[in-house]
């Protein structure tokens, strides 16, 4: 039953659990995934936003996400602001022995209760609009390599909340993530403690208003018998020119997980 349990769970592969970003592959069929998450900044004041994510995985290809969010983000406390869904299909596995590369199509539709300061098209409680994207992953045995790059596209949020005159509607992000499993050295059962460290690139741009920017998110990730993960983060802008909430900030994240549903 061990063994299956770790084979169903899949943690040698544990080191393409990114932080910030998803890989191209997905979580083992007829499994519940459970996030509850807290991001946040300090300057100028302190603000925070919870996120409660529940994942499914519908079959080896495809994989569904349901999120909602909390924040003070625009008022001077916590409130409902909206959620989103989002999916992902495999169209690709090329598989040997502790290696493999993926790729899959995914997409994110949201709609959120907020009024729009920001520059940045965001979809995790700050715009209401629809994400495409490819995202392709390369393991190398205990080194995980991850690419992805996709379209947003942003409309007037709910409650009356219009985009503002000169706002882009439109955006292009992409993301490089590397992932590498420090512990354990060598598997034995699945109560081991699993500890994976990332260095994660994340950008966006504005197409025709010279705004952008590229930061860098190192995250170090615990996953305790296969079920219980626990995620710090913490983004570092390289450059800037967009006005947006995401620079300089942290993230804490707790996921339980349950298989053969």
């Given at each position: 039953?061990?063994?299956?349990?770790?084979?169903?769970?899949?943690?040698?592969?544990?080191?393409?659990?990114?932080v910030n970003t998803e890989p191209a592959s997905n979580m083992a069929t007829n499994s519940l995934g459970?996030?509850?998450?807290?991001?946040?900044?300090?300057?100028?004041?302190?603000?925070?936003?919870?996120?409660?994510?529940?994942?499914?995985?519908?079959?080896?290809?495809?994989?569904?996400?349901?999120?909602?969010?909390?924040?003070?983000?625009?008022?001077?406390?916590?409130?409902?602001?909206?959620?989103?869904?989002?999916?992902?299909?495999?169209?690709?596995?090329?598989?040997?022995?502790?290696?493999?590369?993926?790729?899959?199509?995914?997409?994110?539709?949201?709609?959120?209760?907020?009024?729009?300061?920001?520059?940045?098209?965001?979809?995790?409680?700050?715009?209401?609009?629809?994400?495409?994207?490819?995202?392709?992953?390369q393991l190398l045995h205990k080194l995980a390599l991850s690419g992805s790059i996709s379209y947003l596209?942003?409309?007037?949020?709910?409650?009356?909340?219009?985009?503002?005159?000169?706002?882009?509607?439109?955006?292009?992000?992409?993301?490089?993530?590397?992932?590498?499993?420090?512990?354990?050295?060598?598997?034995?059962?699945?109560?081991?403690?699993?500890?994976?460290?990332?260095?994660?690139?994340?950008?966006?741009?504005?197409?025709?208003?010279?705004?952008?920017?590229?930061?860098?998110?190192?995250?170090?990730?615990?996953?305790?018998?296969?079920?219980?993960?626990?995620?710090?983060?913490?983004?570092?802008?390289?450059?800037?020119?967009?006005?947006?909430?995401?620079?300089?900030?942290?993230?804490?994240?707790?996921?339980?997980?349950?298989?053969?549903?």
């Amino acid at each position: 039953m061990a063994i299956g349990l770790l084979a169903v769970a899949c943690p040698v592969f544990s080191q393409e659990l990114y932080v910030n970003t998803e890989p191209a592959s997905n979580m083992a069929t007829n499994s519940l995934g459970i996030r509850v998450e807290n991001q946040g900044f300090f300057n100028p004041t302190y603000k925070n936003r919870s996120t409660l994510e529940v994942m499914y995985g519908a079959s080896r290809h495809l994989m569904v996400h349901g999120s909602l969010y909390m924040s003070d983000y625009y008022q001077n406390q916590q409130h409902f602001e909206g959620g989103s869904v989002y999916a992902k299909y495999r169209f690709l596995s090329i598989d040997s022995v502790q290696k493999h590369f993926r790729g899959a199509f995914f997409a994110k539709l949201s709609s959120i209760d907020n009024p729009i300061p920001n520059q940045e098209i965001s979809l995790e409680g700050d715009n209401s609009g629809l994400q495409t994207g490819v995202v392709f992953t390369q393991l190398l045995h205990k080194l995980a390599l991850s690419g992805s790059i996709s379209y947003l596209h942003a409309w007037d949020n709910a409650g009356g909340y219009e985009l503002p005159d000169g706002h882009a509607k439109d955006a292009i992000a992409y993301t490089l993530s590397s992932g590498y499993l420090t512990l354990p050295k060598a598997y034995k059962d699945y109560d081991q403690l699993n500890v994976n460290l990332y260095a994660e690139l994340l950008g966006k741009t504005n197409p025709g208003y010279g705004q952008s920017y590229l930061d860098a998110a190192p995250a170090i990730q615990l996953i305790f018998n296969t079920l219980v993960r626990v995620d710090f983060s913490y983004r570092i802008p390289l450059y800037n020119s967009m006005i947006r909430n995401t620079d300089y900030m942290y993230l804490v994240r707790v996921e339980y997980n349950l298989f053969n549903l």
